[in-house]
């Protein structure tokens, strides 16, 4: 499925399956589109309504979404495709081990807090 049909179904919550390299595409989509803020107000919204729409909206976790959106606008190319990046960065595709487990401790990720608002990485990991 190419880039618009992929993010259009998503929007559409018309896609029978979305594993972890799917977030990570959509997530690249949108910032290749728009201004990181702009890219991370709407990817969270759409990941939202997908996961309702999935009867599953406690699977949203805002810490993960946001600094997976991060690490994705910083390693960005210009002019890069989606196969380019993806290829470039395994460590981003693969879901356990997680690229998070360099910044985060377990419990920071598991905490109530971090699925509700986006906290800040464990310090003295960075």
Wanted: one cysteine or more.
């Amino acid at each position: 499925m190419d880039d618009r049909a992929f993010l259009e179904a998503f929007e559409r919550c018309q896609l029978a399956e979305f594993h972890h390299r799917d977030h990570v595409r959509a997530a690249w989509l949108y910032l290749s589109e728009s201004p990181p803020l702009v890219a991370l107000e709407r990817f969270t919204a759409s990941l939202k309504r997908f996961a309702a729409a999935q009867g599953k909206p406690g699977l949203y976790h805002e810490t993960i979404t946001w600094a997976y959106l991060f690490l994705i606008r910083e390693r960005m190319r210009d002019g890069e495709t989606w196969d380019g990046f993806a290829e470039r960065n395994p460590d981003l595709m693969q879901w356990k081990p997680s690229v998070l487990d360099r910044y985060y401790r377990a419990g920071t990720l598991a905490s109530p807090r971090a699925r509700e608002t986006f906290v800040l990485p464990d310090s003295s990991l960075s």
